[in-house]
């Protein structure tokens, strides 16, 4: 009589199946997307462990928050839009650091960096990282990520006419700036 009252093991188990579907789903957007989004921080904040850190803080905290996710297919959205975000913290808080202290140091380049990126990549990259935030984002996000207009303006929580007038204007500031050094040499 006592074993009547237990649930089936099958309940049980498609129960916990069930639990585990969306850390399943965060491993495998893990897998699938975590270079990516380091190669997009990369981008925004300048420096390899930052934007590693930065990535591997989005997926943590997804992790955490898995359970309130109201649509768990909106994940990788959410994680974009993450990474973003803590990118901006980032920036801010060296734009912080620098106001109350020292010049915040670009990324020293290795010769093995420079020898792989080449020096054309490495001015558009130098290029890029002079851009106004909002801008440098709306390019990483477009150009690099491949993201559609109304992906970006979710990630970044703006609209799709300003993303295209920010995306407009990034781009000819990055002509003039790159034209501009072309020219002098």
């Not at 237990?6 to 699938?32: G, I, K, M, N, Y």
């Not at 650091?97 to 020096?119: K, Y």
Request: hydrophobic residues 40%.
């Amino acid at each position: 009589m006592v074993g009547a009252m237990r649930p089936p093991r099958s309940s049980t188990h498609e129960r916990e199946r069930a639990d585990d579907a969306p850390v399943a789903e965060l491993v495998r957007l893990f897998r699938e997307h975590q270079l990516g989004l380091a190669r997009t921080a990369l981008m925004i904040v300048g420096d390899r462990a930052t934007a590693e850190d930065v990535v591997q803080d989005a997926f943590v905290e997804a992790h955490r928050r898995i359970g309130r996710l109201r649509d768990p297919d909106r994940m990788l959205p959410y994680i974009r839009a993450s990474v973003v975000n803590r990118c901006r913290s980032v920036l801010r808080r060296r734009k912080l650091a620098f106001s109350l202290a020292r010049v915040h140091e670009p990324p020293v380049w290795s010769a093995e960096s420079a020898a792989i990126l080449g020096e054309e990549r490495r001015e558009v990259f130098l290029a890029l990282q002079g851009l106004p935030r909002r801008q440098r984002e709306v390019l990483v996000l477009r150009y690099y990520l491949d993201l559609g207009e109304s992906e970006i303006a979710e990630v970044m929580g703006i609209r799709g006419s300003t993303v295209r007038s920010t995306t407009a204007r990034a781009l000819a500031t990055l002509a003039t700036r790159l034209g501009e050094k072309h020219d002098q040499d």
